[in-house]
Structure formats: structure tokens, C-alpha cells
């Protein structure tokens, strides 16, 4: 029953779920499914809300599309906007659908970005149920700036048990002093660049673009 289980939420997570709400027949996305069933905030697991439902929906039409590079979003005050996006970088790096995933946090300044990575990725992904839970590399548990989904450190126990990691990562990224731009030559498959607008020292633009690329 257990596996059962664990087997039907996998699939719930990548295809999203047909459930009745108001008595209509509503799809919910993977991505919004694992938001609200998965994925712990500092209040618990968010409640559904509509207008969650199809700000999903537009992520969903962005993250399928080749042509998409990503979106940019304005909000309100308390809106769970930074939640959603931390959600969504999270899913992706800890799918398992191929190995080396990056998932690269910015914010409007270095201690924000570590804030997010703490309160938004880590307190989440240490309150996921186990089958969704991938391995971390060994001193990674307790860093306040990166997770790396990589084999842990063998016992002597252990050297001969073969175990592969992801060999994904999520990480912040400072900006350096010499002024330059963050993920310059690195690779990230999900970006997530929190209050970009409140950034007076750095060109959002010039750094969009370089991630894009």
C-alpha cells in the first residue's frame, strides 16, 4: 500500500491531478499539486486558491514551450509569489527526470538571497516525505547557502554499495566585488531572480539575458 501510494503521488506530481471543485471539473497542475500537498511553508501547506490555480497554469504554458525563456511577474505585498517560484525550482531539481540540474537563487541583496534559500527551499525540502527525497551530499544538511544532490561520503561499511546521486545542486549566488554578473560561465536550468526590480546596483536586463543564454 505504501508503495501504491508513493507510486500515485509520483504521477500526481508530474501530471497534476482532475479533482471537482464548485462542482466543475478542474485540473490542477503537477507543479500546483506538489505546492499544495508537498511542499511545507511557515504556516503549513498552503490551502488551494483559484488565482493560484491559473497563475499555475501560466508557469505550465511557459515551462512547455521551447520557444519560453521564463516569466516575469508583478505582485502585490504577501502575495507567495517567492513561495511558488522556491516551489517550483525545487520540483524541478528534485524530479529525477536527468542528473546536473541547477537551480540558481538571487535576490535583492546576498543575505535576502541565503534568507529565501533557508526559509523557502531548505525548511521545504526538509519536510518532504521520503520518496520525493533525494540524497545530499555529506556536510550539505546543514549549509545555509546550497543544497548538492550528490552521494553522501561512503562508511567503510558502505564503499562497496553503489549509490548515484543526482548530481544536481541548488545554489545563491553573490555578486562578486569585482562587479561581475552572477552565473557568469555557470549553468542553471531554473533561475529564480527574486525583487530584481530592487536592485540598484545591477542591470536585471544584462543579467536576464546572460542566464538566458
Known amino acids: 500500500e505504501q508503495y501504491e501510494y508513493a507510486r500515485l503521488e509520483w504521477h500526481r506530481r508530474i501530471y497534476g491531478i482532475w479533482i471537482m471543485i464548485g462542482g466543475r471539473l478542474t485540473w490542477l497542475s503537477g507543479f500546483h499539486y506538489f505546492y499544495i500537498q508537498h511542499f511545507r511553508i511557515d504556516?503549513?501547506?498552503?490551502?488551494?486558491?483559484?488565482?493560484?490555480?491559473?497563475?499555475f497554469y501560466a508557469w505550465q504554458a511557459c515551462y512547455d514551450d521551447p520557444r519560453c525563456s521564463g516569466?516575469?511577474?508583478?505582485?502585490?505585498?504577501?502575495?507567495?509569489?517567492?513561495?511558488?517560484?522556491?516551489?517550483?525550482?525545487?520540483?524541478?531539481?528534485?524530479?529525477?527526470?536527468?542528473?546536473?540540474?541547477h537551480f540558481g537563487i538571487t535576490s535583492k541583496s546576498d543575505d535576502d538571497a541565503m534568507d529565501l534559500f533557508t526559509d523557502k527551499v531548505r525548511y521545504p525540502f526538509d519536510s518532504m516525505v521520503e520518496f520525493f527525497k533525494p540524497m545530499i551530499e555529506s556536510g550539505s544538511s546543514t549549509t545555509i547557502s546550497e543544497l548538492v544532490f550528490n552521494e553522501p561520503k561512503k562508511s567503510?561499511?558502505?564503499r562497496f554499495k553503489r549509490k548515484d546521486g543526482l548530481k544536481a545542486?541548488?545554489?545563491?549566488?553573490?555578486?562578486?566585488?569585482?562587479?561581475?554578473?552572477?552565473?557568469?560561465?555557470?549553468?542553471?536550468?531554473f533561475g529564480l531572480n527574486d525583487e530584481a526590480g530592487k536592485r540598484p546596483d545591477e542591470n536585471i536586463d544584462k543579467l536576464m539575458t546572460l542566464t538566458k543564454t
Open 43 to 55: 504556516i503549513g501547506y498552503p490551502g488551494y486558491r483559484d488565482r493560484d490555480r491559473r497563475w
Open 71 to 101: 516569466m516575469v511577474y508583478l505582485k502585490h505585498r504577501r502575495d507567495g509569489a517567492t513561495y511558488r517560484c522556491a516551489c517550483i525550482g525545487l520540483e524541478i531539481v528534485t524530479r529525477g527526470d536527468m542528473s546536473g540540474k
Open 169 to 189: 545542486w541548488i545554489k545563491t549566488a553573490a555578486k562578486t566585488k569585482n562587479g561581475k554578473a552572477r552565473w557568469d560561465g555557470g549553468k542553471i536550468h
Open 156 to 158: 567503510s561499511a558502505d
